[in-house]
Structure formats: C-alpha cells, structure tokens
C-alpha cells in the first residue's frame, strides 16, 4: 500500500468513512503498527478535535484583515506535521490546511532578567545543592556576631561538646587499654601456669545435677593460681559459677564467674596455696555468688593432688 493509500486510510478512519467491518479491521492494524499509530495521533486525531472548534466563514474588514496578516508575518512560523504523503511530494487535505495553517498571534518577548553576575564587582552565583539554595557561610557568622548573648551561647554549647567529646575518647582509650592490660595479664598468668613442671591437670567429676558436663582444673600445690576449663549445658535461669576449695568438709571460696554458652575458662587465685585444700568444688550459685554452697546445685567435684 503507497502512502498516498495510506493516507486516505487514515483519513476515512478519522472522519468515520469505513464499514464497520473495515473500521475494526483498521483499528486491529493501529494497534500492531507503532509507527501508523503515532502518524493517526500526531496527525488526525488534533483535526477531528478541532472540527467542533470550527465556525461558518466571515467576511473580516480590510483593516483586520492587514492586521492580523501583519501580525502573522511578524511571528515565527510554528512547525507543522504533514503526513507522510505530502512529505513525499503529495496534496495536503483541505482539512488539514484548516487545522494547521491557521495565523497565531504574536506572542511579546520577555524581558531579560537581571542577573547579579552582570553586574560590576558582583560575585558570581553559586548553584544550588540539592536543591536548596547556597548559602554564604561568612553571612551566617557575620549574623551570628552580630547578636553577642547568641554568639557567646554558641561558644558556650560548642566549648561543652568538645569537652564532652574529649572526656568520651579519653575514657574509652583508658578503659581499653586497662582491658588489654588485664588479658595479657590473664594470659601471662596462664602460660606460665602450664608450662610449670610442678603443675597438675585433674578431672572435675560431673554429679547428679550435672550430668551432661566435665570440667578441668590446672594448678601447681604450691601456688595460689589455678585454672578451670568448664563444658556442659548452661542452667535455665540466671547463675554465676562458683569455684571452692574444700577441707575437712568446710568450703572456701575461690572464684565467682559466669558461663556464657556451654563452656566457659577461668584463671583464679584462691587465698591460700592449692595444697592446703583436700579438694575443689563447683556449684551453680545466684548471681555474685554465696557464702556457702548449696548443696542442690553441685556441678563438679576433684581432689587436689599434692605431689
């Protein structure tokens, strides 16, 4: 089909020419062509709704007549979208002459307006950021000093953050660095421990109460330090292990601590040498530990092995 054909397609469509057959037909043809759908909206759709826009012809007076011819040779042409016939050399419907060709007034320029960077000794203007406008950080300060009570209450608040700040760091850093402090120490204590030749690793015998866990403790009888391995199923509520050095059925306490999980290690020094004990004992105990140890809550038990 020749453009030519096309157009008068397109034309019958728009002014409702065709059967109704034919009129499906084309509109099923619209929908598939992407290319004669947007000629139909570009093109015909903008004259079928100007038709209702149109009046019965009138006789204008010479003297509107120039003006208005006057006023259309003084305004640029506006762009017109001819159909793909009349691109290649075709007729333009009368229709479409109407719709298109018509004078529009002209429209007044606007005045430039004045920027500040025209002007001499003016700076130039900064852009927005983000869609605010830029501000000059010296005017700020200049209206901060200009008012004395707001700018020594500004001085003020920023003086007592910085403190605050450097008091926050500072303690952070003595607070980290006694932590370090204390596990290198721990660490110390505990290398020089195993490497002892005179130290004992012993069993810790679970009880009744404890039946899924071990334990291990490493010391040396002549020394106060000793070190306990734990592994088994943490209680349901809240308790601290307790650690006891036992003689003659009397206990001591050695060491409160708290198992985080199923095992827990602790290096603790108890207030006599090891060897003066008979035995060691661990209970399950309130949090911070008792004074006695509760006999319902017994985890492990060990001798304490003076050769």
């Not at 007549?65 to 003084?74: F, I």
């Not at 229709?95 to 002007?119: G, I, K």
């Not at 020089?192 to 004992?200: E, G, K, Q, V």
């Not at 020094?269 to 017994?298: C, R, V």
């Amino acid at each position: 089909m020749s453009n030519l054909e096309l157009d008068d397609k397109l034309a019958d469509y728009a002014f409702g020419n065709m059967s109704e057959t034919e009129s499906k037909a084309f509109a099923a043809a619209l929908q598939h062509d992407p290319d004669l759908a947007a000629e139909y909206a570009t093109v015909w759709q903008p004259v079928i709704a100007a038709l209702p826009l149109a009046a019965a012809p009138v006789q204008l007076p010479a003297m509107m007549r120039q003006r208005v011819l006057e006023a259309a040779l003084q305004s640029e042409p506006a762009a017109v979208v001819l159909p793909r016939s009349a691109q290649a050399g075709g007729t333009v419907a009368p229709q479409m002459q109407a719709a298109t060709l018509q004078p529009t007034a002209p429209t007044p320029p606007l005045a430039p307006r004045p920027s500040p960077a025209n002007s001499v000794g003016a700076a130039p203007v900064r852009p927005p950021l983000n869609g605010f406008p830029a501000v000059n950080p010296w005017r700020r300060l200049v209206v901060l000093f200009s008012r004395p009570q707001l700018a020594l209450s500004s001085m003020a608040l920023m003086l007592i953050v910085s403190l605050v700040s450097v008091s926050w760091a500072v303690s952070l850093n003595a607070q980290h660095e006694s932590d370090m402090a204390h596990i290198n120490q721990q660490q110390a204590a505990i290398n020089a421990l195993i490497t002892d030749r005179n130290a004992h690793m012993v069993a810790l015998q679970p009880t009744d109460n404890w039946k899924a866990g071990y334990g291990r403790a490493v010391y040396d009888p002549n020394q106060s330090a000793v070190y306990v391995i734990l592994s088994g199923p943490p209680p349901k509520t809240a308790m601290d292990c307790q650690l006891w050095g036992m003689k003659k059925g009397q206990a001591t306490s050695i060491a409160v601590f708290t198992m985080n999980g199923w095992s827990a290690s602790y290096m603790a020094h108890a207030p006599a040498n090891l060897k003066s004990y008979d035995g060691l004992m661990l209970t399950w105990e309130k949090p911070g530990g008792a004074t006695q140890p509760d006999p319902h809550w017994i985890m492990l038990e060990g001798p304490v092995q003076n050769n």
